[in-house]
């Protein structure tokens, strides 16, 4: 194992028992806090098709945000398992229907109904620790940062700017320093329910 290796994994379980140790009661209160932060972002209002995900036990939940629709143009979508190529990719989200546990045991839609990657303009995804240089660490396995460099791929190629990527967490989950590699994909901003982190001019 690789030195970054080890220290990815040596945060990972510090992180696993932090979020652990995090008062269960307060996880409504606190993601309420997120999502409010999370729309006076300005690029979040102007955006119309925006990525976020179903909370798995630890994230910040923002599905009260991704009721919201102010017009018919709005959409929003989460990551779905699309089985033929063995990757994630944005389903629209259907706030009235149900999650279903997915190929990999995350949740995401009942019906899959895929989306443009090329559309996405926002990407609002958890993690198990975020520092305030815009880094990210999840669970080891890469779908994030693969579905990430996708979204970016396909809005090179019709011309577009990449797009935004906010950092959803809490103040006790933010460290000094996450370790990273060359495929980790960095933050433009980090948002938790006291602040918003700008890491990029895009914020």
């Known amino acids: 194992m690789t030195a970054l290796a080890e220290a990815k994994t ?21 993601s309420l ?12 209002a102007r955006a119309r098709t925006l990525l976020g995900y179903w909370p798995m036990a630890g994230e910040p ?19 779905a398992w699309r089985a033929e190529a063995q990757s994630y990719a944005p389903a629209e989200h259907f706030p ?16 899959l109904c895929w989306v443009d990657p090329a559309a996405v303009e926002v990407v609002c995804l958890p993690g198990l620790a ?9 669970h ?6 693969r579905l990430l460099t996708e979204i970016d791929a396909a809005r090179r190629a019709e011309g577009r700017t990449a797009a935004l990527k906010l950092g959803v967490t809490l103040e006790a989950l ?12 960095g933050m433009d901003g980090i948002i938790t329910e006291t602040r918003t982190i700008a890491v990029s001019g895009r914020v």
């Open 174 to 185: 933010l460290v000094a320093e996450v370790p990273v590699g060359e495929t980790d994909v």
């Open 96 to 111: 009235d229907l149900p999650a279903v546990r997915g190929p990999q045991g995350a949740p995401q839609p009942a019906r």
């Open 140 to 145: 080891g396995r890469g779908y994030y940062d």
């Open 61 to 79: 939940d923002l599905r009260g945000l991704m009721k919201t629709s102010p017009d018919a143009g709005l959409r929003w979508c989460v990551p």
């Open 10 to 30: 040596a945060l990972r379980v510090q992180m696993r028992a932090r979020r652990r140790a995090l008062e269960a009661g307060a996880w409504d209160v606190l």
């Open 33 to 44: 806090a997120v999502c409010g932060r999370v729309a006076a972002i300005e690029a979040v």
């Open 130 to 138: 975020f520092d305030a240089e815009g880094h990210r660490i999840g």
